[in-house]
């Protein structure tokens, strides 16, 4: 069993996830124990959502599931990366490829990313 | 000022940290407001130690610091996603360019970085 260290953030670590094809950062997530191993086991990207207290199948409600690639684990065993081919192109709920699809401008965020779907033709059939 | 959502991890927030040059993605570290404030401020990427409760200023006892290229918040607001130009090309205290050197190969992890320094030679002098 790999090990992880959960008990920084209790009982769960940071995801960072990143497309294996160009290395962008799609979104920051987060798991325990049972999504990391679930998340091995199927090679679908499954974490834990803090906000609903729920496993959470990525892709599940979009159709934009996350094919595992690669899982690295950070120094201190405290944070996992994945590397992930992202079906549909869109890793943010807001319809952007990546969740940092905003870019900090002086005192302003700046929107740098392309709108690929918008949330309400996905989520609120 | 950018408004960032500092309450879900009792003031902070984690931070990717990529290298602007090839989108390998460094480590994650993590920010109180005054952290993100110095990065903003000077240029070079300030954390908040959580091991040693003190501000952190990357590259400090290494020399390894981290010239900030370009800032993103994600979609919730509550992580940030650095892009930097790593000076001496190694982000880990372990004397890799990642702290993500291992990766999960079955129930084992694979060292898969190039070791660039011995730590002994950098912090023990």
């Known amino acids: 069993m790999i ?25 920051l997530a987060y798991m325990n124990r049972e999504a990391f191993d679930k998340t091995v086991a199927t090679g679908l990207a ?4 803090r906000s609903r207290s729920k496993f959470w199948v990525k892709g599940e409600s979009s159709g934009n ?4 690639r690669d899982i690295s684990i950070d120094c ?12 549909g192109g869109a890793a943010c ?14 005192d302003e965020l700046q929107t740098v990313g392309e709108r690929l779907f918008d949330p309400k033709d996905v989520y609120d059939k």
Do not use: I, N
């Not at 209790?10 to 979104?27: F, Y």
């Not at 499954?46 to 959502?49: I, P, Q, V």
């Open 3 to 27: 090990d992880l260290d959960f008990d920084k953030q209790g009982g769960l670590v940071p995801v960072v996830v990143q497309d294996a094809a160009d290395g962008a950062v799609l979104m």
């Open 65 to 68: 599931v996350q094919r595992v």
């Open 46 to 49: 499954t974490y834990w959502s």
């Open 76 to 87: 201190d065993s405290d944070t996992v990366l994945l590397q992930v081919e992202q079906v």
């Open 93 to 106: 709920h807001e319809g952007y490829r990546s969740c940092f699809f905003r870019k900090v401008a002086g």
